[in-house]
């Protein structure tokens, strides 16, 4: 069993940067993919950046590429997501997610975090 505790997150202007966090409780959360989707008001949620578990390889959105940058740290089993050079189209609840082989679909994740609100005005 793995628990999401997320962190940050808040009310930016464009252009601002904002760095989200995501605790797991649970050694084997370093067997897992670490994920971060967003969803806005009316959408569906959708996903955002990825990082493996076994070789760190990370995957981003085309929206964000360039932009935002996901990490690990194994040792607090803690993934991090940092957002630069944020737009008012970023605007959106982010849930982080754990997943032992999922990649960017959401069935494919298996824990969830509580969830984060963004919100990037212009």
């Known amino acids: 069993q793995v628990q999401l505790i997320q962190s940050g997150g808040g009310l930016v202007q464009a252009g601002d940067s904002l760095r989200l966090s995501c605790a797991a409780s649970?050694?084997?959360?370093?067997?897992?993919?670490g994920g971060w989707f967003r969803q806005a008001p009316g959408k569906e949620r959708e996903f955002v950046s990825l990082?493996?578990?076994?070789?760190?390889?990370?995957n981003y959105a085309d929206s964000v590429k360039g932009r935002f940058t996901i990490s690990r740290d194994d040792a607090t089993y803690t993934v991090y997501l940092q957002m630069n050079s944020l737009k008012p189209e970023d605007t959106a609840v982010y849930y982080c997610?754990?997943?032992?082989?999922?990649?960017?679909?959401?069935?494919?994740?298996?824990?969830w975090g509580q969830g984060t609100q963004v919100t990037v005005s212009s």
């Open positions: 990082i493996t578990w076994r070789s760190g390889i990370t």
């Open positions: 649970g050694r084997t959360f370093s067997r897992y993919n």
């Open positions: 997610a754990a997943s032992s082989s999922g990649w960017i679909s959401t069935s494919e994740y298996d824990y």
